[in-house]
């Protein structure tokens, strides 16, 4: 059970850090962590109105990274104190909506607004972008890294959808896929290493399967 009432609006993603699983709550502006031995569950208040936290992931220390979808910003808590900080991206019109983390540590960011994809590197604040192959109608959306470290990410306002390879080392763009059934709009992605595939889900009634190794 949530704290309160207004803490449980729009439950949205989630990830898990061993017996903790830390989730996103958009329309209550709020991150979550839930300790699944106990049932105790932590609310973090973002201070950014209408900040929508959306997507989230988990860096090598298992500190989540959130993209605020109705802001310009990504997010980081330290589990230790819940202590939130946000980073702005570098253009007031970016929306990230999705994120990952590289084993390099580097934040990855799909701006769903202006069809780029986004490089944050936390040691160093550096910022670092590339127009999607879509370009402004990108949409980027659904994102996940295989185990080569290369970023995969689905462009969701073409029609049929597109899901996108990025290789990090050579910063180019290797592959871009029409999705057979369309896909309407493919909205989260996980990649299963021992198949080398990512699945997904899609608003038009199929689970979708790439084979990417």
Do not use: C
Request: hydrophobic fraction near 35%; charge should be neutral; proline fraction near 8%.
């Amino acid at each position: 059970m949530m704290p309160t009432p207004e803490d449980a609006r729009d439950p949205h993603t989630l990830v898990r850090a061993g017996d903790d699983i830390w989730f996103t709550l958009q329309q209550s502006n709020k991150i979550g962590r839930l300790n699944r031995a106990t049932g105790k569950v932590d609310i973090v208040n973002v201070p950014t109105p209408r900040a929508r936290p959306y997507g989230i992931w988990l860096d090598g220390q298992a500190k989540p990274w959130i993209v605020l979808f109705g802001t310009n910003k990504l997010a980081t808590i330290e589990p230790a104190t819940l202590a939130l900080r946000e980073i702005e991206l570098p253009r007031t019109d970016a929306r990230p909506r999705r994120i990952a983390v590289t084993s390099d540590q580097a934040v990855w960011y799909v701006d769903y607004g202006q069809g780029m994809l986004g490089r944050y590197e936390p040691k160093t604040g550096a910022f670092k972008e590339w127009a999607s192959p879509s370009g402004l109608d990108a949409d980027g959306y659904a994102m996940t890294i295989d185990d080569m470290g290369r970023i995969w990410y689905v462009e969701s306002g073409p029609r049929p959808n597109k899901l996108v390879g990025f290789d990090p080392k050579t910063e180019q763009f290797f592959s871009v896929t029409e999705i057979p059934s369309g896909g309407g709009t493919v909205r989260h992605m996980v990649y299963h290493q021992p198949t080398g595939t990512i699945w997904f889900g899609t608003d038009v009634g199929t689970i979708g399967r790439a084979k990417v190794k």
